[in-house]
């Protein structure tokens, strides 16, 4: 795997949990670069000596960097399989891998505009013709890529979570996790959460909003370049809680009422709404985000603009607590995720 980030999201999730299932069902997995939450688990590492992962801010340099990171690749073991996970990695990589070994890659978002976009995508073109599979993370995704990739090389394969992380829990323990995570006034208050990377494009400031139009407090988990905008958003807000990255976002959910999902033009699946859905909570959405066709399978309301969420609306989402969690099971498990990434390595292989 050939991966280089430094901040936790979803698609970091997706490479840690894609590398330890490979190696607790027996294959050799190494990391190549840097992904929040991998030594956690005890997964090898090498460093290679890549730069940062390619943002609007860093994409020139980056750019001029192409030469040298592809003659690191020289530094990386022979293998059966390269799995790259960003554009930069996607496209500066693939050819000189392809030449040793079959390249995967993932695709988690829709494909971004303007001129970045378009830059992105003829160097995405090329690079595809060296890939071996290119796994989306739903239809929408694999559609925006059909005409730059070819159909014969796309498989949708949909994000998964480890439900067994994520429990609806009996109101006795519900409430001991409140009083033990909550800030104390919280504990009599309907509590809202959202837990993701805080991200301009998300538009996390709805989320504030539609808290607010309810008179539920707000629980915000997770770090990202857009903290200290919405940290000002809600300066003397007391009804607005900033944890900050945590590692017991299971039991932040399971201590909260209903989550509140934004999303950005790009997002593919979002693992935070099956997150939520596993632990039993009620999912608010704004209409036209990606992934909101998950609101209706897994339980919740799809509003227009924050101020539709009224206090009797958000009453009654509660009503339909625990109503996604025998889809996510079912659709979104583990087990049949890792099956599908397993045979599509093998299928590369023959």
């Known amino acids: 795997m050939v991966s280089v980030s430094d901040t936790a999201g979803g698609a970091e999730a997706h490479t840690v949990a894609l590398g330890q299932g490979m190696r607790d069902r027996g294959h050799d997995v190494v990391l190549y670069g840097r992904c929040p939450g991998w030594g956690e688990h005890g997964l090898t590492r090498r460093e290679i000596g890549l730069g940062p992962k390619w943002s609007r801010r860093t994409m020139a340099a980056g750019l001029l960097r192409v030469p040298l ?3 690191r690749t020289q530094t990386i073991a022979d293998s059966s399989i390269y799995y790259l996970q960003f554009k930069r990695e996607q496209i500066a990589l693939t050819a000189p891998l392809s030449r040793r070994a079959p390249v995967v890659w993932t695709e ?3 494909w971004m505009g303007g001129s970045a976009g378009r830059l992105l995508l003829a160097g995405y073109a090329r690079a595809a013709e060296h890939v071996s599979r290119v796994v989306c993370v739903s239809a929408a995704v694999a559609s925006d890529l059909e005409p730059v990739v070819g159909r014969d090389k796309l498989v949708v394969v949909p994000n998964s979570i480890d439900t067994r992380r994520y429990t609806a829990p009996p109101a006795a323990m519900r409430a001991a996790l409140r009083r033990q995570l909550l800030p104390s006034h919280f504990h009599d208050r309907r509590v809202a959460v959202l837990a993701a990377r805080l991200h301009g494009a998300k538009r996390h400031d709805r989320a504030i909003a539609a808290a607010a139009a309810s008179g539920s407090a707000l629980l915000v988990v ?3 370049p857009d903290r200290e905008r919405l940290e000002r958003l809600s300066a003397g ?3 607005v809680h900033f944890t900050g990255h945590r590692e017991d976002i299971p039991d932040l959910l399971a201590a909260s009422d209903f989550y509140i999902y934004c999303g950005a033009e790009t997002d593919g699946t979002p693992t935070c709404v099956l ?19 998950l609101v209706s399978r897994c339980g919740g309301l799809v509003i227009e603009n924050p101020a539709e969420l009224t206090a009797e609306r958000a009453s009654a ?3 339909l607590r625990g109503g996604g969690v025998a889809y996510v099971e079912q659709q979104h498990g583990r087990g049949h ?3 599908a990434y ?3 390595f093998g299928e590369c292989l023959r």
């Not at 939520?276 to 909101?292: H, S």
Request: hydrophobic fraction near 30%; charged fraction near 30%; proline fraction near 5%.
């Open 69 to 71: 990171e592809r003659h």
């Open 342 to 344: 397993e045979r599509i």
């Open 222 to 224: 997770g770090d990202g």
């Open 275 to 293: 997150e939520a859905a596993a632990g039993g909570l009620p999912v608010v959405a704004f209409r036209g985000d990606p992934g909101t066709e």
């Open 237 to 239: 807000n007391t009804d």
């Open 317 to 319: 989402i509660l009503e």
């Open 108 to 110: 988690h978002g829709r």
């Open 337 to 339: 995720w890792l099956d």
